[in-house]
């Protein structure tokens, strides 16, 4: 946090909700998309992104070329006025490059911190820990609480408390000291586990964080609940640097994975 500028270069991936193809040539494509932030101390972001798609397994770029490996898919219209068309594309398109109007950070859905507000955060685990879960709680809507009043345990709110730590190791400019503190709270929750040494989709190598759902359900801020088991989050952590080099978050047997670098 001692640069001008706190510049992340993201990689993702997600899967197209539907097949594409026709008759017997049916397969299935994953979007990728190259993502760069640059924020300076005041919160001013600028924020570019280029989209592609490919086959998502060696069987769906078989039948690609069967249905003879398109470049383009129509996949509709916008609902602005006026409408803009849809496309997939399987080559990267042009970069688009946009000033972002929010001066500050997003650390969960409706909370948003300002760059001076991330340097005060709690640099004690107990501390930090605390202060999330008030925030968790508060981010809650009417149906959420209700949810949470007829399952009272700790044990739902554990997921969520992980994801806010996990969202400000990610994606915000937060201080050595917060880091250290943050990987510590996160090492003392019972939802929490190091997988050892992983490598991320790029090969780089760091040390893995799985956080799951242990509980039956859990509940997230304006969000549905989830099976237990049905949710994982897993951090990539560069030991060195302590930053995080990959996020991988799943649900069920799919997965949306994001690979980044500072």
Known sequence: TSGTYWHVRSMSRTTWPRKLGHADNRYTVENLSVNENCTRRNGQTWWGQREWVR????????????????????????????????????????????????????????????FAQLQGLPTDPDALRAWVLNRVKDDLDQQAREYLDQHPTADILDFNVAEVLANLLVDAPVPPGFRAAAYR????????????????????????????????????????????????????????TSHVLASQASVGNSSDQVSGTR
């Open 185 to 240: 709270a996160l090492a003392d929750m019972p939802n929490v586990e190091s997988t050892g040494p992983t490598q991320d989709e790029l090969g780089r190598v760091g040390v893995g964080i799985l956080i799951a759902t242990d509980v039956a359900s859990v509940v997230f801020p304006r969000g549905r609940p989830f099976k237990a088991g049905e949710l994982t989050r897993k951090l990539i952590i560069d030991p060195d």
């Open 55 to 114: 086959p998502k397994s060696p069987e769906d770029e078989a039948a690609w070329r069967r249905d003879g490996s398109p470049s383009k898919w129509s996949m509709g219209s916008t609902d602005t006025e006026p409408p803009e068309p849809i496309c997939l594309h399987t080559a990267p398109g042009t970069a688009s490059v946009s000033r972002v109007w929010n001066d500050t950070f997003g650390v969960s859905e409706g909370r948003e911190l300002t």
